[in-house]
């Protein structure tokens, strides 16, 4: 079956997987987001134990799918994979060290003699939820206004600015991006929290928590406007489909856009059911705020990767040396690889599926107030 | 290729992928052995409606979620690690080693989280039945994540499936299959798992055991002693028979680490196995010194063993770096000749390419083709350069060894014991037992020493050492993550050990 295809189909078929998968992690960092939220919203012990024990029934979703997408990206993106991760070392060493101390903040935060005190482990989670989301926003910028690396002719990676990926928090695009990710991560979280606790009693918990969606939109807004007012005038970085050869376009994401007709609509799509998803949560008193707000994330994500990716543009650009760019062409495995990773790539609908399923079976029932403070509080998060 | 080697970049890095993968070794056989563990609990708990052991299975999943948690955070770092500091290897390679790391996070890891969560806040959501199938999802979804980093693990001790392309300078995955059924992969992955299976029973062991040494919780610790004693019996026979396949498949695709865990220096026909001994450090291949101060052989097993023939010929240190012309065995001095040949004639195929000269191009190909398969040794300078660090490698490979014969005669006096109902009196047992779990990860650490150390300094086989496979960074970026992973991990395990040892000293009753 996949076999048959060529090798370019291949490639593009495996960016909308990769695209696909980076997407779903962009939404389901509402973790995250909730994570920055717990000082906030939690005034009370038993409204962060609420927030914690909601958040961290998914944690492992979001952790997984992180993982998951530098794995889909190392099997068929593997020149994008060593250059990004051996040259930007620093930005994602510290992405890294976020989600190590995340990993262990659930399941140590409430536990007796835990060593470092429940106030460290809130912090690790706020730290996960901030700098970790900023610089991957930051890392995803990049993908538009470049890198400074140089390939050498067995594709060795040269990073030229000593500051080793870290440079590119110092971008106001890139930071921008890196802004409207938290934000938007934060409105999420705070959707998923009205979505997913009962908050019967504890009513002003409720209005915090329904406040904090509006705000936190209202806080993305500049820099998403930002982001996308530069996108459409920035010069792109174009490719030749017969040479191959990498140059600056003007206008070049605003054609891209144009050009894509599906991507455009994705991104408008996307964006008015964030709005959608804000609006019905804060002025309709609704609480599945989060179903328009992740699905809107999703298709932003993907018209984001798409622009980057499609339309013969270098998604992972050399502002150093413009022929090291990283096409979705050049970077890519092997014909074989692509075919025997799309059979495998069979099995996400039925993890999808699963997921999909368990998560429904768990949350049937909303997490309340009883549950975290009873007779099973000891083991709660 | 590469045109200045920063040999202490590359230790650096080194030491930072052990550090990790040691401190992520800690807490991973628990995860493979205790998760089976906790099932077989909790199906009993199903089948006899007998609340006792339900609250086993709670008491347990408790210590398996504190031990969960830290291994993912020790987890995550391995997968970006080979982007971040081996770089080259990424690029090299990625066309094969990135799809198992693929496969894993989509058959395995999800598995696992999506039932982790239902196995510890599911019980009044779901059904007692859907609740048990989650528990088993969990341990079998955690064995399904090992099975494809030991076939990504395999492929770097026996590289196949795969061919070299000098258009794009890297090795390309040509059989999947291969790869996954590789004899290597397979006694990787068996060996590895029932290696944790024999960890998570000791695990159960030594904390029941200090239970009953303390006269608390008597009969949940002699309920969880019994399934453990038989499961960790069971396992003990499995790594032994597992573990006899992947040394007779380290003698076949890996001559040069079985001979440095035997320290054999000079390869003899009907060798026999070093039982014990006290290796002389200060030994080098080719000089005259003894290989070893003292030491107690058995005859002809090391032949047996390794070539299922008690007469064989087992190739030595000394064959392996220069040669036996009498064995047919090429040695490292000579494999590096051509080694050289095939790194020079692929530069100038490039170069001829770049230029157009088609024709100059396809005469290097030639023989870079007839030089291919020693295009790793091309990078050693000298032929000793291909021994790893023999001391350790065999020092750890026996320690392995001997815990591993010990183990099982721990589980059958335990089951002896706990089936005559005595095992509460037999402290001098219940006092073996306490220490068992700490003997059993000594044993875990040492295998990785053999299968890792063993192999420098190839990071692929005879393809790529991991001085070609580095990342362009300085030592002093490495060592700045070296410790700063040197701290966090620490910082951690000490919590993860505070808070598993208070949730011990409650126990199953809870506050």
Redesign the interface.
Not at chain 1, 2 to 29: A, E, M, R
């Given at each position: 079956m996949f076999g048959n295809l060529d090798t370019t189909t291949l490639q593009q078929l495996w960016w909308i997987i990769d695209s696909l998968v980076g997407s779903l992690f962009l939404f389901l960092i509402f973790v995250q987001g909730g994570q920055t939220l717990l000082w906030q919203l939690g005034k009370a012990n038993v409204e962060k134990s609420l927030i914690i024990n909601s958040l961290g029934r998914k944690w492992e979703m979001t952790f997984t799918t992180l993982v998951l997408f530098g794995g889909a990206l190392f099997a068929a993106f593997p020149k994008f994979y060593a250059t990004s991760f051996g040259g930007a070392y620093w930005v994602w060493m510290l992405i890294l060290f976020t989600f190590i101390v995340q990993a262990v903040s659930y399941e140590f935060r409430k536990k007796p003699n835990n060593f470092l005190g429940e106030k460290v482990y809130e912090l690790f989670l706020f730290i996960n939820g901030s700098v970790g989301i900023l610089l991957i926003g930051a890392a995803v910028g990049t993908f538009f206004t470049g890198s400074n690396f140089v390939l050498n002719e067995y594709n060795f990676v040269t990073w030229t600015n000593p500051l080793r990926g870290l440079e590119a928090a110092f971008s106001l695009f890139n930071l921008s991006l890196g802004l409207f990710l938290v934000f938007n991560a934060r409105l999420l979280g705070a959707m998923y929290l009205l979505n997913n606790i009962d908050f019967t009693g504890y009513e002003d918990f409720e209005a915090r928590t329904r406040k904090a969606v509006l705000v936190n939109l209202l806080c993305a807004l500049p820099f998403l406007l930002y982001f996308l007012i530069s996108l459409v005038v920035m010069d792109g970085f174009g490719v030749d489909p017969k040479t191959g050869i990498v140059s600056m376009v003007s206008g070049k994401y605003l054609a891209n856009l144009l050009s894509m007709p599906l991507v455009l609509i994705f991104l408008l799509a996307g964006l008015v059911l964030v709005i959608w998803g804000v609006v019905t949560t804060s002025f309709r008193g609704k609480n599945n705020g989060i179903w328009f707000g992740g699905l809107g994330t999703v298709l932003v994500g993907l018209a984001v990767f798409f622009t980057a990716g499609f339309n013969n543009t270098a998604f992972y650009p050399s502002k150093a040396a413009l022929q090291s760019s990283l096409t979705i062409y050049n970077a890519s495995s092997s014909h074989y690889t692509l075919t025997a990773m799309s059979y495998v790539a069979l099995l996400i609908p039925v993890v999808l599926a699963y997921v999909v399923y368990v998560w429904h079976l768990m949350d049937a029932k909303k997490i309340t107030a009883a549950e975290v403070t009873g007779e099973q509080a000891d083991e709660m998060y | 290729?590469?045109e200045q080697i920063d040999l202490s970049m590359v230790n650096w890095a080194r030491a930072q992928f052990a550090l990790t993968a040691m401190y992520h070794w800690i807490f991973v056989p628990l995860t493979l052995g205790l998760s089976f563990l906790i099932a077989f609990y909790e199906s009993i708990y199903i089948k006899t409606r007998n609340e006792e052991w339900k609250k086993i299975a709670?008491f347990w999943m408790?210590l398996f979620?504190?031990n969960?948690?830290?291994g993912?955070?020790?987890g995550?770092?391995l997968?970006?690690e080979?982007?971040?500091?081996?770089?080259?290897?990424?690029?090299m390679v990625?066309?094969?080693?990135?799809?198992p790391?693929?496969?894993?996070?989509?058959?395995a890891?999800?598995l696992?989280?999506?039932?982790?969560?239902?196995m510890?806040?599911?019980?009044?959501?779901?059904s007692k039945k859907?609740h048990l199938f989650?528990t088993w999802m969990v341990a079998i979804g955690s064995n399904l994540s090992a099975l494809w980093i030991l076939v990504a693990n395999g492929w770097m001790q026996y590289p196949i499936g795969m061919a070299f392309?000098p258009d794009?300078?890297?090795f390309?995955?040509?059989d999947?299959w291969a790869i996954l059924f590789s004899p290597v992969a397979i006694s990787k992955f068996t060996h590895t798992t029932s290696s944790g299976f024999l960890f998570g029973s000791l695990f159960v062991i030594t904390i029941s055991s200090w239970y009953l040494l303390k006269g608390r919780h008597i009969q949940m610790a002699r309920k969880s002693i019994l399934v453990a004693a038989v499961f960790g019996l069971l396992s003990s026979g499995y790594v032994a028979f597992t573990g006899d396949e992947a040394a007779y498949n380290d003698a076949q695709k890996q001559p040069m680490k079985l001979a440095a865990f035997e320290g054999l220096y000079d390869g003899e026909k009907g060798a026999g196995l070093v039982a014990a001994g006290i290796i002389n450090s200060s030994k080098k291949v080719g000089d005259d010194q003894d290989a070893f101060l003292f030491e107690i052989r058995i005859p002809w097993l090391l032949s047996l063993l390794a070539n299922r023939d008690p007469g064989s010929f087992v190739p030595g240190i000394k064959d392996l770096v220069y040669g036996n012309e009498k064995e047919n065995i090429m040695g490292a001095d000579e494999k590096i000749k051509k080694g050289k040949i095939a790194v020079e004639q692929l530069a100038l195929y490039?170069k001829a390419k770049?230029a157009g000269d088609s024709a100059g191009a396809e005469a290097a190909l030639t023989v870079f083709n007839q030089n291919k398969e020693y295009l790793g040794f091309g990078y050693l300078n000298a032929p000793e350069e291909a021994v790893p660090p023999v001391s350790l490698v065999y020092y750890a490979f026996h320690i392995m060894v001997a815990l591993g014969s010990l183990f099982p005669i721990i589980f059958i006096a335990y089951l002896f014991f706990t089936l005559k109902g005595t095992i509460i009196h037999q402290k001098w047992l219940l006092s073996i037992g306490v220490v068992s779990m700490f003997l059993g990860l000594a044993a875990q650490q040492c295998g990785w020493i053999v299968a890792e150390v063993g192999r420098q300094p190839w990071a692929i086989q005879d393809l790529l050492p991991v001085t070609i496979a580095r990342?362009?960074?300085t030592a002093g970026?490495v060592q700045t993550?070296f410790f700063?992973f040197v701290a966090?991990f620490t910082?951690?395990l000490?919590?993860?050990i505070?808070?598993m040892?208070?949730?011990i000293q409650?126990g199953p009753e809870?506050?």
């Amino acid at each position: 079956m996949f076999g048959n295809l060529d090798t370019t189909t291949l490639q593009q078929l495996w960016w909308i997987i990769d695209s696909l998968v980076g997407s779903l992690f962009l939404f389901l960092i509402f973790v995250q987001g909730g994570q920055t939220l717990l000082w906030q919203l939690g005034k009370a012990n038993v409204e962060k134990s609420l927030i914690i024990n909601s958040l961290g029934r998914k944690w492992e979703m979001t952790f997984t799918t992180l993982v998951l997408f530098g794995g889909a990206l190392f099997a068929a993106f593997p020149k994008f994979y060593a250059t990004s991760f051996g040259g930007a070392y620093w930005v994602w060493m510290l992405i890294l060290f976020t989600f190590i101390v995340q990993a262990v903040s659930y399941e140590f935060r409430k536990k007796p003699n835990n060593f470092l005190g429940e106030k460290v482990y809130e912090l690790f989670l706020f730290i996960n939820g901030s700098v970790g989301i900023l610089l991957i926003g930051a890392a995803v910028g990049t993908f538009f206004t470049g890198s400074n690396f140089v390939l050498n002719e067995y594709n060795f990676v040269t990073w030229t600015n000593p500051l080793r990926g870290l440079e590119a928090a110092f971008s106001l695009f890139n930071l921008s991006l890196g802004l409207f990710l938290v934000f938007n991560a934060r409105l999420l979280g705070a959707m998923y929290l009205l979505n997913n606790i009962d908050f019967t009693g504890y009513e002003d918990f409720e209005a915090r928590t329904r406040k904090a969606v509006l705000v936190n939109l209202l806080c993305a807004l500049p820099f998403l406007l930002y982001f996308l007012i530069s996108l459409v005038v920035m010069d792109g970085f174009g490719v030749d489909p017969k040479t191959g050869i990498v140059s600056m376009v003007s206008g070049k994401y605003l054609a891209n856009l144009l050009s894509m007709p599906l991507v455009l609509i994705f991104l408008l799509a996307g964006l008015v059911l964030v709005i959608w998803g804000v609006v019905t949560t804060s002025f309709r008193g609704k609480n599945n705020g989060i179903w328009f707000g992740g699905l809107g994330t999703v298709l932003v994500g993907l018209a984001v990767f798409f622009t980057a990716g499609f339309n013969n543009t270098a998604f992972y650009p050399s502002k150093a040396a413009l022929q090291s760019s990283l096409t979705i062409y050049n970077a890519s495995s092997s014909h074989y690889t692509l075919t025997a990773m799309s059979y495998v790539a069979l099995l996400i609908p039925v993890v999808l599926a699963y997921v999909v399923y368990v998560w429904h079976l768990m949350d049937a029932k909303k997490i309340t107030a009883a549950e975290v403070t009873g007779e099973q509080a000891d083991e709660m998060y | 290729m590469v045109e200045q080697i920063d040999l202490s970049m590359v230790n650096w890095a080194r030491a930072q992928f052990a550090l990790t993968a040691m401190y992520h070794w800690i807490f991973v056989p628990l995860t493979l052995g205790l998760s089976f563990l906790i099932a077989f609990y909790e199906s009993i708990y199903i089948k006899t409606r007998n609340e006792e052991w339900k609250k086993i299975a709670k008491f347990w999943m408790t210590l398996f979620g504190i031990n969960f948690a830290i291994g993912v955070a020790t987890g995550i770092i391995l997968e970006f690690e080979f982007g971040t500091n081996w770089s080259n290897y990424s690029w090299m390679v990625g066309d094969i080693f990135g799809a198992p790391l693929a496969v894993e996070g989509i058959a395995a890891f999800f598995l696992e989280a999506t039932f982790f969560a239902v196995m510890f806040f599911g019980w009044e959501r779901v059904s007692k039945k859907f609740h048990l199938f989650s528990t088993w999802m969990v341990a079998i979804g955690s064995n399904l994540s090992a099975l494809w980093i030991l076939v990504a693990n395999g492929w770097m001790q026996y590289p196949i499936g795969m061919a070299f392309n000098p258009d794009t300078a890297r090795f390309e995955m040509q059989d999947f299959w291969a790869i996954l059924f590789s004899p290597v992969a397979i006694s990787k992955f068996t060996h590895t798992t029932s290696s944790g299976f024999l960890f998570g029973s000791l695990f159960v062991i030594t904390i029941s055991s200090w239970y009953l040494l303390k006269g608390r919780h008597i009969q949940m610790a002699r309920k969880s002693i019994l399934v453990a004693a038989v499961f960790g019996l069971l396992s003990s026979g499995y790594v032994a028979f597992t573990g006899d396949e992947a040394a007779y498949n380290d003698a076949q695709k890996q001559p040069m680490k079985l001979a440095a865990f035997e320290g054999l220096y000079d390869g003899e026909k009907g060798a026999g196995l070093v039982a014990a001994g006290i290796i002389n450090s200060s030994k080098k291949v080719g000089d005259d010194q003894d290989a070893f101060l003292f030491e107690i052989r058995i005859p002809w097993l090391l032949s047996l063993l390794a070539n299922r023939d008690p007469g064989s010929f087992v190739p030595g240190i000394k064959d392996l770096v220069y040669g036996n012309e009498k064995e047919n065995i090429m040695g490292a001095d000579e494999k590096i000749k051509k080694g050289k040949i095939a790194v020079e004639q692929l530069a100038l195929y490039k170069k001829a390419k770049k230029a157009g000269d088609s024709a100059g191009a396809e005469a290097a190909l030639t023989v870079f083709n007839q030089n291919k398969e020693y295009l790793g040794f091309g990078y050693l300078n000298a032929p000793e350069e291909a021994v790893p660090p023999v001391s350790l490698v065999y020092y750890a490979f026996h320690i392995m060894v001997a815990l591993g014969s010990l183990f099982p005669i721990i589980f059958i006096a335990y089951l002896f014991f706990t089936l005559k109902g005595t095992i509460i009196h037999q402290k001098w047992l219940l006092s073996i037992g306490v220490v068992s779990m700490f003997l059993g990860l000594a044993a875990q650490q040492c295998g990785w020493i053999v299968a890792e150390v063993g192999r420098q300094p190839w990071a692929i086989q005879d393809l790529l050492p991991v001085t070609i496979a580095r990342t362009n960074l300085t030592a002093g970026t490495v060592q700045t993550t070296f410790f700063m992973f040197v701290a966090i991990f620490t910082l951690l395990l000490i919590a993860e050990i505070r808070i598993m040892l208070k949730q011990i000293q409650i126990g199953p009753e809870g506050k």
